[in-house]
């Protein structure tokens, strides 16, 4: 158990900061209510309604979070390697250098492929 009181130490301390943070905006914050408070923002124009629902919204803003997210998985896993680099040996080099042309190949493919591009 002795290895475990340093992260329980920290825990706690971050739910009292959590616990604290919350009473304190409920004291402090304002307390006046009324209908701009409670309506969506929209980067300052009211929302509209629009017609049959919420109308066209393109699907290139997802392909290219999906593809953020892609590509920030890749940093995620170079990270680590990059720590470790010197225990890890050559075959760990390799690894990661066979990991790596295979994202700069789907990059490659995707940026030829028009993905990247906000038309």
Do not use: H
Not at 26 to 32: E, I, L, W
Not at 109 to 119: A, C, P, S, T
């Amino acid at each position: 158990m002795n290895p475990y009181v340093p992260f329980l130490g920290l825990l706690a301390l971050a739910a009292v900061a959590m616990a604290a943070l919350i009473l304190l905006s409920a004291f402090v914050g304002p307390r006046r209510k009324n209908r701009q408070k409670y309506d969506s923002y929209e980067c300052g124009i009211d929302p509209t309604p629009t017609p049959d629902g919420f109308g066209r919204f393109p699907v290139k803003y997802y392909l290219i979070a999906m593809l953020y997210i892609v590509f920030d998985v890749e940093i995620v896993f170079l990270y680590p390697w990059a720590v470790a680099f010197d225990s890890l040996g050559l075959f760990a080099l390799i690894e990661m250098l066979i990991f790596t042309v295979a994202i700069g190949i789907s990059y490659v493919y995707i940026w030829r492929r028009g993905g990247l591009e906000w038309d």
